[in-house]
Protein backbone atom coordinates (compact mmCIF):
# COMPACT_ATOMS: atom_id res chain seq x y z
CA UNK A 1 0.00 0.00 0.00
CA UNK A 2 1.17 3.20 -0.89
CA UNK A 3 0.95 6.09 1.59
CA UNK A 4 2.79 9.43 1.73
CA UNK A 5 5.22 10.00 4.12
CA UNK A 6 3.89 12.63 5.85
CA UNK A 7 0.94 10.47 6.99
CA UNK A 8 2.46 7.31 8.04
CA UNK A 9 1.18 5.88 10.92
CA UNK A 10 -1.16 8.67 10.95
CA UNK A 11 -4.00 8.60 13.49
CA UNK A 12 -7.44 10.24 13.41
CA UNK A 13 -9.16 8.70 16.31
CA UNK A 14 -8.37 12.46 18.39
CA UNK A 15 -11.21 14.48 18.89
CA UNK A 16 -12.94 13.68 22.74
CA UNK A 17 -13.89 16.84 23.86
CA UNK A 18 -12.02 18.24 26.02
CA UNK A 19 -8.70 16.49 25.38
CA UNK A 20 -7.55 19.19 23.52
CA UNK A 21 -4.02 21.78 24.80
CA UNK A 22 -3.83 24.89 24.40
CA UNK A 23 -0.79 27.00 22.69
CA UNK A 24 0.08 29.65 25.28
CA UNK A 25 3.90 31.55 24.12
CA UNK A 26 4.48 28.86 21.85
CA UNK A 27 4.35 25.93 24.44
CA UNK A 28 1.55 23.50 24.70
CA UNK A 29 -0.26 23.96 27.91
CA UNK A 30 -3.16 23.99 29.97
CA UNK A 31 -6.46 22.62 28.10
CA UNK A 32 -9.69 24.05 26.10
CA UNK A 33 -8.08 26.14 23.48
CA UNK A 34 -8.03 24.05 19.61
CA UNK A 35 -5.42 26.53 18.06
CA UNK A 36 -3.29 24.02 17.15
CA UNK A 37 -6.37 21.24 16.13
CA UNK A 38 -5.55 18.99 13.62
CA UNK A 39 -2.69 21.55 12.42
CA UNK A 40 0.12 19.98 10.36
CA UNK A 41 3.18 21.45 10.88
CA UNK A 42 5.59 19.08 8.71
CA UNK A 43 6.16 21.41 6.16
CA UNK A 44 6.31 24.44 8.25
CA UNK A 45 9.71 26.51 8.38
CA UNK A 46 8.50 28.67 11.18
CA UNK A 47 8.20 26.16 13.69
CA UNK A 48 11.29 23.97 15.14
CA UNK A 49 10.26 21.62 17.97
CA UNK A 50 12.16 21.09 20.89
CA UNK A 51 11.73 19.46 24.15
CA UNK A 52 13.61 20.56 27.86
CA UNK A 53 14.18 18.10 30.83
CA UNK A 54 14.40 19.64 34.15
CA UNK A 55 16.56 16.88 35.49
CA UNK A 56 16.21 18.83 39.09
CA UNK A 57 12.54 17.95 38.96
CA UNK A 58 13.19 14.26 38.44
CA UNK A 59 13.50 12.82 42.06
CA UNK A 60 11.86 9.84 42.68
CA UNK A 61 11.66 6.59 40.43
CA UNK A 62 7.49 7.06 40.14
CA UNK A 63 9.02 10.50 38.64
CA UNK A 64 10.17 8.40 35.83
CA UNK A 65 8.81 5.29 35.66
CA UNK A 66 5.53 7.39 34.45
CA UNK A 67 7.05 8.90 31.78
CA UNK A 68 8.59 6.21 30.64
CA UNK A 69 5.75 3.78 30.67
CA UNK A 70 2.83 6.55 29.20
CA UNK A 71 5.64 6.64 26.00
CA UNK A 72 5.67 3.27 25.95
CA UNK A 73 2.47 1.95 26.07
CA UNK A 74 0.80 4.82 24.15
CA UNK A 75 3.39 3.52 21.43
CA UNK A 76 2.99 -0.22 21.77
CA UNK A 77 6.88 -0.57 22.55
CA UNK A 78 7.17 -3.83 23.57
CA UNK A 79 9.13 -5.06 26.73
CA UNK A 80 11.68 -7.23 26.11
CA UNK A 81 13.36 -8.94 28.93
CA UNK A 82 16.87 -9.16 26.69
CA UNK A 83 18.36 -6.20 28.18
CA UNK A 84 21.02 -6.49 25.76
CA UNK A 85 18.34 -6.53 22.66
CA UNK A 86 15.25 -4.61 24.87
CA UNK A 87 13.44 -1.47 22.46
CA UNK A 88 13.10 1.76 24.24
CA UNK A 89 12.16 5.22 23.08
CA UNK A 90 12.80 6.39 26.51
CA UNK A 91 14.60 5.70 29.19
CA UNK A 92 16.57 6.36 32.16
CA UNK A 93 20.81 6.22 32.22
CA UNK A 94 23.35 7.76 34.18
CA UNK A 95 25.03 11.05 33.29
CA UNK A 96 28.33 9.38 32.97
CA UNK A 97 26.23 7.44 29.97
CA UNK A 98 24.24 10.34 29.08
CA UNK A 99 27.10 12.96 28.51
CA UNK A 100 30.27 10.99 28.37
CA UNK A 101 32.21 13.78 26.58
CA UNK A 102 31.16 16.21 29.17
CA UNK A 103 33.60 18.33 31.42
CA UNK A 104 32.71 17.32 34.32
CA UNK A 105 35.95 18.56 36.40
CA UNK A 106 33.92 21.04 38.27
CA UNK A 107 30.29 19.62 37.85
CA UNK A 108 29.16 18.54 41.58
CA UNK A 109 29.02 15.06 42.75
CA UNK A 110 25.32 15.15 42.87
CA UNK A 111 24.32 16.15 39.17
CA UNK A 112 27.30 13.47 38.49
CA UNK A 113 24.89 10.75 40.21
CA UNK A 114 21.40 11.89 39.06
CA UNK A 115 19.59 9.94 36.64
CA UNK A 116 18.46 11.34 33.25
CA UNK A 117 15.74 10.81 30.55
CA UNK A 118 16.99 9.91 27.41
CA UNK A 119 15.65 9.84 23.92
CA UNK A 120 16.15 10.80 20.44
CA UNK A 121 17.40 14.21 19.80
CA UNK A 122 16.17 15.25 16.99
CA UNK A 123 18.75 16.34 15.41
CA UNK A 124 18.94 19.47 13.26
CA UNK A 125 21.93 17.82 11.73
CA UNK A 126 20.91 13.88 11.81
CA UNK A 127 23.52 11.29 10.54
CA UNK A 128 20.93 8.61 10.56
CA UNK A 129 19.11 10.27 7.69
CA UNK A 130 21.97 10.51 5.92
CA UNK A 131 23.05 7.28 5.56
CA UNK A 132 19.26 5.68 4.74
CA UNK A 133 19.44 3.78 1.76
CA UNK A 134 15.27 3.69 1.52
CA UNK A 135 14.53 7.13 3.22
CA UNK A 136 12.62 5.16 6.20
CA UNK A 137 14.22 7.90 8.24
CA UNK A 138 13.91 11.28 7.11
CA UNK A 139 13.46 14.65 8.89
CA UNK A 140 10.52 17.30 8.70
CA UNK A 141 10.33 20.81 8.07
CA UNK A 142 9.41 21.72 11.81
CA UNK A 143 12.74 19.56 12.85
CA UNK A 144 10.98 15.80 14.17
CA UNK A 145 13.24 12.65 12.61
CA UNK A 146 10.74 10.21 11.75
CA UNK A 147 10.84 6.77 11.42
CA UNK A 148 9.02 5.19 9.04
CA UNK A 149 8.26 1.44 10.30
CA UNK A 150 6.44 0.08 7.76
CA UNK A 151 9.31 1.14 4.97
CA UNK A 152 12.32 0.04 7.23
CA UNK A 153 14.25 -2.72 5.52
CA UNK A 154 16.37 -3.75 8.72
CA UNK A 155 19.29 -3.16 7.72
CA UNK A 156 20.56 -1.04 10.83
CA UNK A 157 22.84 1.45 9.00
CA UNK A 158 20.89 4.25 10.94
CA UNK A 159 21.75 2.29 14.48
CA UNK A 160 25.02 2.84 13.43
CA UNK A 161 25.04 6.31 12.63
CA UNK A 162 23.34 7.43 15.68
CA UNK A 163 25.72 8.20 18.22
CA UNK A 164 22.90 8.59 20.83
CA UNK A 165 21.73 4.80 21.16
CA UNK A 166 18.61 6.25 20.35
CA UNK A 167 17.50 3.40 17.73
CA UNK A 168 16.43 0.09 18.59
CA UNK A 169 16.30 -3.44 16.21
CA UNK A 170 13.52 -5.93 16.61
CA UNK A 171 15.62 -9.23 17.23
CA UNK A 172 12.44 -10.43 18.80
CA UNK A 173 9.00 -10.60 17.67
CA UNK A 174 7.79 -7.16 19.50
CA UNK A 175 4.05 -8.55 18.95
CA UNK A 176 4.89 -11.02 21.14
CA UNK A 177 6.13 -8.92 24.30
CA UNK A 178 2.97 -6.53 24.36
CA UNK A 179 1.39 -6.62 27.94
CA UNK A 180 -1.12 -4.36 26.15
CA UNK A 181 -2.33 -3.01 23.08
CA UNK A 182 -3.21 0.71 22.24
CA UNK A 183 -5.47 0.37 19.24
CA UNK A 184 -4.71 3.03 18.03
CA UNK A 185 -0.85 2.80 17.09
CA UNK A 186 0.14 0.25 15.07
CA UNK A 187 1.96 -2.74 16.29
CA UNK A 188 5.32 -3.50 14.22
CA UNK A 189 7.05 -6.49 12.80
CA UNK A 190 10.37 -8.12 13.07
CA UNK A 191 13.54 -7.18 11.81
CA UNK A 192 12.71 -3.40 11.36
CA UNK A 193 14.35 -0.01 13.68
CA UNK A 194 12.26 2.12 15.65
CA UNK A 195 12.46 5.19 18.36
CA UNK A 196 10.69 8.18 19.05
CA UNK A 197 8.98 10.37 16.78
CA UNK A 198 8.51 13.11 19.39
CA UNK A 199 4.54 11.94 19.06
CA UNK A 200 3.91 14.42 15.90
CA UNK A 201 0.66 12.72 15.57
CA UNK A 202 -0.24 14.45 18.71
CA UNK A 203 1.44 17.89 17.55
CA UNK A 204 -0.78 17.68 14.52
CA UNK A 205 -3.71 17.28 16.84
CA UNK A 206 -2.23 20.37 18.83
CA UNK A 207 -1.68 17.50 21.80
CA UNK A 208 1.55 17.44 23.35
CA UNK A 209 3.69 14.53 23.55
CA UNK A 210 2.81 11.64 25.99
CA UNK A 211 5.68 11.84 27.98
CA UNK A 212 5.36 15.69 28.37
CA UNK A 213 1.77 15.37 29.43
CA UNK A 214 2.99 12.89 31.81
CA UNK A 215 5.47 14.59 33.50
CA UNK A 216 3.13 17.06 35.06
CA UNK A 217 5.47 19.95 34.55
CA UNK A 218 8.91 18.24 35.06
CA UNK A 219 9.53 18.64 31.03
CA UNK A 220 8.55 21.59 28.49
CA UNK A 221 7.91 21.53 25.02
CA UNK A 222 7.45 24.24 22.16
CA UNK A 223 8.80 26.16 19.03
CA UNK A 224 12.31 26.95 19.32
CA UNK A 225 12.03 30.01 16.65
CA UNK A 226 9.69 31.65 18.71
CA UNK A 227 11.48 33.75 21.06
CA UNK A 228 8.50 33.64 23.33
CA UNK A 229 7.82 30.55 23.92
CA UNK A 230 8.53 28.90 27.01
CA UNK A 231 11.19 26.64 26.43
CA UNK A 232 13.31 29.43 25.11
CA UNK A 233 12.46 30.70 28.67
CA UNK A 234 13.51 28.11 30.36
CA UNK A 235 16.94 27.90 28.25
CA UNK A 236 17.24 31.06 28.85
CA UNK A 237 17.34 30.93 32.47
CA UNK A 238 18.83 28.12 33.73
CA UNK A 239 22.26 25.99 32.62
CA UNK A 240 21.66 23.66 29.78
CA UNK A 241 23.40 20.63 28.80
CA UNK A 242 22.97 18.77 25.80
CA UNK A 243 24.42 15.55 24.42
CA UNK A 244 27.54 15.41 22.47
CA UNK A 245 27.68 18.95 21.37
CA UNK A 246 31.15 18.08 19.90
CA UNK A 247 29.17 16.06 16.63
CA UNK A 248 27.74 19.22 15.13
CA UNK A 249 24.35 17.32 15.18
CA UNK A 250 22.54 20.18 16.95
CA UNK A 251 20.28 17.99 19.24
CA UNK A 252 16.69 19.69 19.92
CA UNK A 253 16.47 17.79 23.56
CA UNK A 254 18.10 19.96 26.28
CA UNK A 255 18.82 19.16 29.89
CA UNK A 256 18.44 21.81 32.81
CA UNK A 257 21.03 20.68 35.83
Same mark, same amino acid.
Given at each position: ? /??????????????????????????????? /? *??????? =?? /??????? @?? &??? =????????????????????????????????????????????? %?? @?? =??????????????????????? %?? &?? &?????????????????????????????? @????????????? %??????? &???????? /????????????????????????????????????????? *??????????????????? =?????????
Amino acid at each position: M /SMKRRDFLKITSYGIAGTFLSLTGGVIVGRG /S *ELLKKMD =TS /SSEKVKW @AM &VIN =TRAFQTEEDFNSVILACHRAHNVPDIPDKIREVKWIWKDTFVRGF %PT @AE =TKYIGDEIKKRPFLLLCNHCDNP %PC &VR &VCPVKATFKRKDGIVMQDMHRCIGCKFCMA @ACPYGARNYNFYP %PREYLRS &VNPEFPTR /SLGVVEKCIFCYHRLDEGLVPYCVEASKGKIFFGNLLDENS *EVRKVIAENIILVRKPELG =TNPKVFYII
